[in-house]
């Protein structure tokens, strides 16, 4: 969702003229799209923000800088109170806001903007379109997570209409787009403005998108259901991957986390949907340490964890979130042990890796060709579509094109191969 908000922030910054930079440093305007889901990536825009500010009070060199994003929604004046250096701030539902304001920076004056709400707006114009693309289909987030701060920073869920959704799709095949991945942050609660569900939105859209592949993400376990896994064996280009965040596996920690399911009716679903679709495979997130997370109830995650055998698994250290319903919860367990943990969950992720990298060897993958090397002209680099990044020797493709590659080589993280005609 945030890359999304920065494409269509840094589509804004051109559509107004402005050239992208490489040196934040010696740029005229520094825009700082943030996250404030955990403490750490807070940390990492603080610790910015203070380094451009010690850079132009160094150099003199007169530089704009703007706050934008979850951070900006949360935190507001605080921002500009706290970093003499920021001339504006706008909120998540503010981008638009962009056009009218950047006219006045400079001269000290200071904006803010954490507005929310209105329209369900979405950019008319858009960067230069590559390979792959993203579409907005909801925003916001109504299931209020113990841990989570999105809810307040994004607000309720909105869904957005239908109609619009299949035409932004339309203009994208159009510019070229042949991966287009379908956001929210609980697309199976998506209701379009007829009453239809989220499979079959997704089913409209890949009818639509004919040698277009079409991901999504976020499923949350329980609005999750039978009919998604239908529609994505009707449908051969829907990726067969669903990111499914199970966050724990123990039913105590999901409770007191308000997920709304159990970990046995979420590995029911999952072994269901695989039964429908035998091809599906799934990916995760995963929070350790969470307030009163005995090393019981860590080994019920790790026990899901091996079982579902995950395509890829993001693992975080639970942190504490000012607003939320679990900030009251003591944060008792020390980083060192939820490093310990997350480390653990992260090694049996690698041996699962590792094996199915091993049994890719040989094989032959349909590959998405997304870059060309700078260096060789013949070297390319894709997905597949589970998501797996792959580098590969090919003498007629080029970017867009749909390749059959035959896995030739298996190191640690990347897969390569070369074309097979
Ligand atoms: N601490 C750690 N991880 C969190 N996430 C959300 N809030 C927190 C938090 N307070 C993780 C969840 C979610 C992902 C986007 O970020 O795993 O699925
Ligand atoms: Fe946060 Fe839960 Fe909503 Fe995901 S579903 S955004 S974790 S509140």
Redesign the pocket.
Known sequence: MNEYDSERIAGRLEGLGFIAGTDIFSSDLVVLNTCSVRAKPEQKTASLLGKLRRNRDKTGLPQAVGVMGCMAQDKGAELIKRFKNVDFVLGTDRIERLNDLIKEIGGGKKFIDTAQGGEFFVEQFGRKKGVTAKITIMKG?N???SY?I??YVRGRETCRNKADIISEAERLIESGVKDITLLG??VNSYISEDGRSFPDLLAETAAISKGVRIRFV?S?PKDFNERLAEVIKEHKNICPLIHI?LQSGSDRILKVMNRGYTADSYLDKLRKAAEITPSLRFSTDIIVGFPGESEADFLKTAEVFREVEYETAYIFNYSPRSGTRAYKLPDEIPLKEKTRRLEYLLSIQEEITEKRYKAALGETVQVLAESVSKKDPFQLSGRTEYNRVVNFKAEKASPGDMVKVRITEVKKNTLSGRSDY
């Open positions: 987030c299931n209020f997570c989570c999105v809810p942050q609980n976020t949350h965040p």
